[in-house]
Structures are given as C-alpha cells and as structure tokens.
C-alpha cells in the first residue's frame, strides 16, 4: 500500500467526483436508451456540479472532518471510482492516508504549501494541519518547522491570507481587529488581540481593498466604530462585552480578569462569542451538527445539552428545555440615543423597555427603516414623535409600546391575555409556541436599592427561564446586582429569583389571534 497525506487524499476525492460528475453527463446525452430506473442518478446533478466546483467542499466538507472522516470519504470515493471504471481508480486503488503521526501531518504541509495552497482555498488547510499538534508534537519537530518557516519566507510573505502568513511570520505582531465579511458585505465575525489596527478580510482570509486601517491616535473604539459603520460607543461596548476593557494605563482594551480570553477568540457584532468548531465529540450527532450549521451562538453556549430541533425551537436536556433560535440579542448600553438632562434623560442605560421590544420585533422580521441605527434607537424616535419620549417613556410601557406597534407594525399588538394565574407555567408555554415574552424583574443598585428591569424570555431549562438581558447577566453579580460580565445573551435565570414577571408580562401576538 502506497501512503498518501490528507491533502493529498482530498485532491483524489475531488478529481474522483469530477470524473463520476463527467460520466454522468456522458451518460445524460444518451437518456433515452436508458432504462428509466436509472434516471435517479441524475437528480441534483446541478447542484452537485456547483457544490464540487465551489469552495464549499473544502470548507463544508474537508475542513469539517478529522482524521478518520476523510479516510471514510477517501474509502467510499474510491468505491465509487471502482464501481462506475472511472480512470482515478488506477490511482487510488492501493494508496491509504497516513498523516497521525507528527512528521506525516509536517510533509501534509509541505506538500500544501508546494501546492501553492496559501494563494487558493486551502489556506484553511494549513492552519488546521498546524492546530493538530500537540506541544509534544511541536518539539518533535521543531527544528524541521523552524527550516521549513525559513525556507518558505519569501512566499509566504506574497500570500494574500493574512492568517497564514502571520501563523509563521511574526504572530506577535499581528494586533487589533480581525474583521471577516461575507460576499455581501456583512460582517461574519470578529476576533481581537490588543491593538490599535483593523483588518477586514473575506471567508478565505484574503485582504479586502479596503482591508487595512492603521490607527493613528484618539480612541481605539472610536476607529473601530468608523470602520466599521456602528460608531464609538457600539464599538466600546462590543469589545467589553468580548472580554476586553478599556485600561488607561495600557492605553488599549485588555482581557478583562475575569474571563479568560485567547487571542482571536472569534465573537459577533455584538460581542457574543462564536464557535467555530464543533466539539470534537460531537461531530457526527446530526442534531448538534445541524445545531451548529443552523445556529452557532445557540450551540456555543448549550452545546451539549442539545437534544432536538423542531424548526425555530431548539430542545434542551432531553426535551425538559427549550430555546428560541430566532431571537436576536441586542445591548442597550450601545445605543445612540443620549438626550435630555435629569428624569428627561434617555440613554442606552435606562432603555431596556424598547431594547428588549426591539429583540421580540426583530425575531418577526421587523428591520429599522435606516439600516445604519440600532432598532431600539428607532423605535424612540417614534415614542418621542407620538409624544412619549423623555420621562414619558416609562410612565405607561404598555401605551408606549401600543403606540410603537401601531406604528412600525401594524399587525402584531401588545398583549397579555395568554398569560394564566400561573405565570412560570404560561411562559413555558408561550415559549412552546414560539412567543418570546417582554418581562418585568428585580435587582439591586450599588447601594442594595431595589430596581426595575426589562428583559426577554426566549426559553426555559427545568429550573431557569433563558433570558436576553439587554443590561447584562444577573448570575454573574453578586446580592442580585450586576457584575462585570456585560453579556447577557442566553443567560439562565432561576425561576424563583428577581421577582420574575410578578410586576409586568407581555407578549406580541397577531391581532385576531386569541
């Protein structure tokens, strides 16, 4: 048996299927003298033809496997290659993968950097080869690393995957803001070291023409927030939120101490961290697979404990929980809004009421007529219009959200008729029936007063409701007051803490519906 690297593997598996996607369209000429049983083969075949000829093998397919799934797909690609005489049969037929042991998997990226690889797609592919090692590993062959990164300098210094080429080239270096886009424009993720540049690169890591900013002086958040269209204080709190405060003394933002933060921990426009990676242990459980594909912030957080999918409604700890996927997180203490003095004063601070309203309507499809402002921001601006803004914005929730309702929705309405005398039961079940519910709570102040608070209900565990909470998270505080951790995103909260629901509950529901 001839022993073949991983990469190599993959470059058989691909020309295996072009070869099968050819006979196939050799054999759709002559259709009509097939018998009709055969014509099954041709279904998808489009469809086929694009996903082998697009990125999405490698990434969707080769990047996602481990070790022994590509020498599954490399088993069966063969078999297929046999079956229909294809010509790559000749090549395959005795070759077997060989890259579990640390030098295999170091000639694997020699052999992908021979290729060229960092100027194609299968930048990917090196970083994931290198991530493989253990630092036992590493030491192994430390000085055949230390040659190769010599050796291959010069190239990799051209390589347009800014990723790989820091990987090896100077990692210390590479500071600041690490911005990845989709072919649309939209941002994807984000990742930070502390630092002072941005970068924005598309899904293969490649430079954008746009794709460098140099910081030169003022406030890092402020620069962030212009590049990237959501102003400084969204900036600021995206990056706290992420973990990283800003110290005076480092002149920079700084992992805060009580997280634990590596370098380019990938997180969203808002902060919340991203998985990238399905756990290990997981890969091949298609209900956390498809948790993952479908709903990674979801996955990130309760991964584990997944059991079920039934459209928009995750299933939790065998059924006993639940969690909407369609429910948007937003942060109050980013919002623009800042105007007024004294009780008149509305600021992101105190703005949970239309924050958390703003989560309930973008989970229906309700988008902000300006794309560039936050919703809630919006929806103030129609409170204020109808004459509810200033301290009127907390003197009736009800009449203020009617008013926004009639008026961004005309649809939905506000209403609590479905909630029973028994308030916990009644949120589980609106959450059954895919009801977000907009809820009053409990806290204490600095001094240990007791303040109100909004938040959303978006699911329930057999002893917690899973809650957005636009401030932050509760559970991370101490005598029921906030801590440090700004992130309240899917945080769990005990059914009978902070007074849950007791003073005001709410859900949005289509008028005519009961």
């Not at 500071?175 to 649309?184: I, P």
């Not at 959501?230 to 990283?244: E, F, P, S």
């Not at 697979?289 to 990130?300: D, G, L, R, T, V």
Request: hydrophobic share 30%.
């Amino acid at each position: 048996m001839a022993a073949i690297s991983r990469y190599k593997a993959e470059q058989y598996v691909t020309k295996i299927f072009k070869e099968y996607l050819g006979a196939l369209k050799e054999a759709k000429r002559n259709k009509e003298k097939l018998l009709p049983e055969a014509n099954i083969l041709f279904e998808g075949m489009d469809e086929f033809e694009d996903f082998i000829n697009s990125n999405n093998l490698q990434q969707k397919v080769y990047n996602r496997l481990n070790l022994e799934g590509i020498k599954e797909l490399f088993n069966e690609a063969k078999l297929l290659a046999l079956y229909y005489d294809l010509e790559s049969f000749t090549s395959v037929k005795d070759c077997e993968i060989d890259t579990d042991t640390p030098n295999g998997r170091f000639e694997e990226i020699k052999e992908l950097l021979a290729a060229r690889c960092v100027l194609n797609d299968k930048e990917d592919r090196i970083l994931a080869v290198l991530h493989s090692f253990t630092d036992d590993e590493l030491r192994i062959i430390q000085e055949d690393l230390y040659k190769l990164q010599k050796e291959l300098y010069q190239k990799l210094n051209f390589s347009q995957n800014e990723k790989v080429r820091e990987f090896f080239l100077n990692p210390n270096k590479r500071k600041g803001l690490f911005v990845t886009k989709d072919e649309a424009g939209n941002i994807v993720k984000l990742s930070y070291t502390p630092g002072n540049d941005i970068v924005f690169v598309n899904r293969k890591g490649e430079l954008l023409d746009h794709g460098y900013g140099k910081w030169k002086g003022g406030r890092r958040s402020k620069f962030f927030g212009e590049k990237l269209g959501i102003g400084q204080k969204r900036a600021d709190m995206m990056l706290q939120v992420a973990g990283y405060d800003y110290d005076s003394t480092a002149g920079m933002n700084i992992p805060t101490k009580d997280k634990k933060r590596r370098t380019f921990t990938d997180f969203n426009i808002y902060g919340n961290e991203l998985k990238i990676d399905i756990t290990p242990e997981h890969k091949g459980d298609k209900i956390k697979e498809e948790a993952f594909n479908k709903f990674p912030e979801i996955y990130a957080v309760f991964g584990s404990r997944i059991s079920g999918i039934n459209g928009t409604i995750i299933e939790l700890d065998d059924g006993t929980g639940k969690v909407l996927g369609n429910v948007p997180y937003f942060h109050q203490r980013d919002n623009t809004t800042d105007e007024g003095t004294g009780k008149n004063r509305v600021y992101g601070d105190i703005m949970c009421q239309l924050t958390s309203l703003a989560m309930v309507l973008a989970s229906k499809g309700v988008k902000p007529a300006d794309p560039t402002k936050q919703l809630e921001d919006e929806l103030y601006e129609i409170a204020k219009k109808e004459g509810r803004g200033g301290e009127k914005l907390w003197r009736n929730t009800q009449s203020v959200y009617e008013t926004i309702t009639n008026s961004k929705c005309n649809e939905y309405k506000v209403s609590d008729s479905s909630i029973k005398k028994s308030q916990i039961e009644s949120i589980c079940s609106n959450i059954d029936s895919r009801n977000p519910v907009i809820l009053s709570l409990n806290y204490k102040d600095r001094n240990l007063k007791t303040c109100g608070h909004i938040v959303v209900v978006i699911g329930y565990t057999e002893k917690a409701l899973i809650i957005h909470d636009p401030y932050g998270n509760l559970e991370k505080g101490t005598n029921s007051n906030y801590g440090t951790d700004k992130n309240g995103a899917y945080v769990e909260y005990p059914k009978n803490k902070y007074d849950i629901g007791k003073k005001w509950i709410r859900i949005l529901e289509k008028k005519g519906e009961n």
